[in-house]
């Protein structure tokens, strides 16, 4: 499987919105609707902030929401805050308990 | 609170063998399927490996098929990675992680552990 396609960076004054796309095949992102994305900042452990396309998990702010388009997924970061700044990497399910990421996205909060 | 704790990376050289461990705590470890993610350098993640609860379903990527055990020992809470024929494309951060009921996302990690495969 080849990895999914984010753009390298992104960047964004404090309080704007930002979106970063994830662009995969229709194998993995455009099958199932299971695409996750992950805040990284870096020594630390990768943070789950959006699954299943658009869903949240505990504790995550709303500001973060997912979205899917046939084979492009995209997280969009609203009011965005210097603690947002981070790497953000998208992931689909990609059947038969396989899994395929993107190359990930630098956020920059200016 | 859940926390997965890696350790076993290090220096190996190339064709050597390495196993890690990632310890888990604050869930019960026994009911959760487990996988390994790995990131080189300067690039994106990489899914490795995943075993089920009871270490009845496991799978591999095509890259490190034939070369990786990975199992896990409910007993102690502790997941493995067993690294045999490593290659310099084997460097990388290998990241434990949990996967939710459904075992389509991973929804905890640890904070990794490096393995650089060198001579």
């Known amino acids: 499987q080849s990895a999914l396609t984010q753009p390298a960076s992104v960047s964004g004054s404090p309080g704007q919105s930002i979106t970063i796309s994830c662009t995969g095949t229709s194998s993995d992102v455009g099958s199932y609707n299971l695409v996750s994305w992950f805040q990284h900042h870096p020594g630390k452990a990768p943070k789950l902030m959006i699954y299943?396309?658009?869903k949240r998990p505990s504790g995550i702010s709303n500001r973060f929401s997912g979205s899917k388009s046939g084979n492009t997924a995209s997280l969009t970061i609203s009011g965005l805050q210097a603690e947002d700044e981070a790497d953000y990497y998208c992931c689909s399910y990609a059947g038969s308990s396989t899994f395929v990421f993107g190359g990930g996205t630098k956020l920059t909060v200016l | 609170e859940v926390q997965l704790v890696e350790s076993g990376g290090g220096l190996v050289q190339p064709g050597g063998s390495l196993r890690l461990s990632c310890v888990a705590s604050?869930?019960?470890?026994?009911?959760?399927?487990m996988s390994w993610v790995r990131q080189a350098p300067g690039k994106g993640p990489e899914w490795v490996s995943t075993i089920s609860g009871s270490g009845g379903n496991i799978y591999y990527a095509d890259s490190v098929k034939g070369r990786f055990t990975i199992s896990r020992d409910n007993s102690k809470n502790t997941l493995y990675l067993q690294m045999n024929s490593l290659r310099a494309e084997d460097t990388a951060v290998y990241y434990c992680?949990?996967?939710?009921?459904?075992?389509?996302?991973?929804?905890?990690w640890g904070q990794g552990t490096l393995v650089t495969v060198s001579s």
């Open positions: 604050g869930f019960t470890f026994s009911s959760y399927t």
């Open positions: 992680a949990k996967c939710p009921l459904a075992a389509t996302v991973f929804d905890y």
């Open positions: 299943e396309g658009s």
